[in-house]
């Protein structure tokens, strides 16, 4: 079965500064999705990722699928009290771009 | 973008109590909806493929008999909670499917707080 693991599993980090969160596959992936979680609310979709070496931008925040497509990361640089939360990823291991398995999430606090 | 809606967000309820948590697709029409479940501080569980006029598919582990589904519609995936208790207390969130699923992310709605007491 799809085991992803996330790194770090929580971090805090002080206003202004650059991150980076992790997210490894056991499988190769047709897909990787990342997402935002505020604990107790639905999930805010952050990025989609299908080609090895593909990297996305959206503002602050970066995500990369490497070659192999088995590991992603996710970089905030400046970090705002805003990114804190709860960062999922989330795969997409049969091709099907339908049925997700999640990460275990990294939990972020922003500190001013 | 395209909508999901959950209802009820937040229920509380006496043990054995049956509860029904409803899934809706507001703008698009979803053959395909996913109920996962969520303790505190880990991550989304999937607990099963809801499929639109058929029943629905099981992970391992889950009771079919204690989470009854049914997506007797294109825009309407229910979750039903039989004969909750405490242990069940936690928070279900589902997802939709768009149709151009390969171009487009799942949707999900914003989750159910469940307290059995």
């Not at chain 1, 650059?18 to 979680?37: A, D, E, F, P, V």
């Not at chain 1, 979709?45 to 990369?64: D, R, V």
């Not at chain 1, 990460?103 to 922003?110: A, C, D, E, I, S």
């Not at chain 2, 809706?24 to 996962?36: G, K, N, P």
Request: proline share 3%; net charge neutral.
């Amino acid at each position: 079965s799809q085991e992803l693991e996330q790194s770090p599993q929580s971090l805090i980090v002080q206003e202004g500064k650059n991150l980076t969160i992790n997210c490894t596959s056991s499988k190769t992936l047709y897909g990787l999705y990342w997402y935002k979680q505020k604990y107790g609310e639905g999930l805010i979709f952050l990025m989609m990722l299908q080609k090895g070496g593909e990297e996305k931008s959206h503002e602050k925040i970066t995500a990369k699928l490497d070659e192999k497509k088995q590991q992603s990361s996710l970089h905030i640089t400046a970090s705002q009290p805003s990114h804190a939360g709860i960062y999922l990823c989330g795969a997409d291991s049969a091709g099907t771009a339908s049925k997700l398995t999640f990460g275990t999430g990294t939990r972020l606090q922003v500190t001013l | 973008g395209a909508v999901v809606s959950q209802h009820p967000s937040w229920v509380i309820c006496k043990s054995g109590t049956s509860v029904k948590i409803e899934c809706r697709s507001l703008d698009f029409q979803a053959t395909t909806m996913f109920w996962y479940r969520q303790f505190p501080k880990q991550s989304l569980m999937l607990m099963a493929t809801s499929n639109e006029g058929s029943k629905a598919t099981y992970e391992q582990g889950v009771e079919k008999d204690k989470f009854l589904i049914n997506h007797a519609s294109l825009t309407l995936s229910t979750l039903t909670v039989t004969s909750a208790h405490p242990e069940d207390s936690s928070f279900y969130i589902c997802s939709a499917s768009h149709p151009d699923r390969f171009n487009q992310p799942q949707h999900f709605g914003d989750g159910t707080r469940l307290s059995i007491l």
